[in-house]
């Protein structure tokens, strides 16, 4: 009964290098939200994803960043040419319902943390 | 400015004592889910309330929902040193994106 996984577990980039993170929602969820955790801070929504949709992205920087969940593999965090202000850790979160339902739950994965150096 | 307000932000109390944490907001939220997360680890859930002044129990832990759905607490009875962590209320307003507060740090000393 695997949970949400995401990898890699950590990640070392260089500025301007790209960056991909990887979500595989638990079995039988077909709704996929990536979070961001800076220090100090709150985790705040980045985006909300269904297979081959993007739902809700209005918590994504407007450049540099992207989401993709395809029909077929894991979901996929890009972001472009990354800069130092991007090192935080991003969790990846899947439930199995969709807006509307009021006691929906989301289940979180291990995160990966991003390092820009 | 944050939806969701913790407090205390951090909180170090002895095994074997009660303590209470709060998660307070403006707002209306359609449910309410705490969750606890370790060091290096992705937030786990521990309960979903949905109901206003809905109450509920896990183990040691109480949960309980304001009647307005904008508050609530989380209360443990005789901590263990287990019950360290970070515990972290997220409140939903029915589109799917959940607002965190940044969390209540719980250390329990043995």
């Known amino acids: 009964n695997a949970g949400v996984m995401q990898n890699p577990r950590h990640l070392v980039r260089r500025r301007g290098q790209e960056a991909r993170l990887r979500c595989s929602p638990m079995?039988?969820?077909?709704?996929v939200y990536w979070y961001r955790q800076l220090p100090e801070e709150g985790l705040k929504f980045m985006v909300y994803?269904?297979?081959?949709?993007?739902?809700?992205e209005s918590g994504m920087p407007k450049e540099r960043f992207s989401a993709e969940f395809p029909k077929e593999g894991p979901s996929i965090l890009r972001i472009q040419q990354v800069v130092r202000g991007d090192s935080a850790a991003y969790f990846c979160a899947s439930s199995p319902t969709s807006g509307g339902r009021v006691d929906y739950e989301q289940y979180f994965g291990p995160g990966t943390r991003l390092t820009v150096t | 400015t944050q939806l969701l307000e913790q407090s205390p932000q951090f909180l170090s109390i002895q095994e074997g004592e009660n303590l209470t944490v709060y998660c307070n907001s403006s707002?209306?939220?359609?449910?309410l889910q705490w969750y606890r997360q370790e060091p290096g680890e992705g937030p786990v859930l521990l309960v979903t309330v949905v109901t206003g002044g809905e109450v509920k129990k896990l183990k040691r832990l109480t949960f309980q929902f304001g009647d307005a759905r904008k508050d609530s607490s989380l209360h443990i009875t005789a901590a263990q040193p287990g019950d360290t962590g970070l515990y972290l209320c997220a409140g939903a307003r029915g589109n799917n994106r959940l607002a965190f507060g940044k969390g209540n740090q719980v250390v329990v000393i043995p």
């Open positions: 994803l269904q297979k081959e949709n993007i739902i809700d």
């Open positions: 079995k039988g969820h077909s709704h």
């Open positions: 707002s209306v939220f359609s449910s």
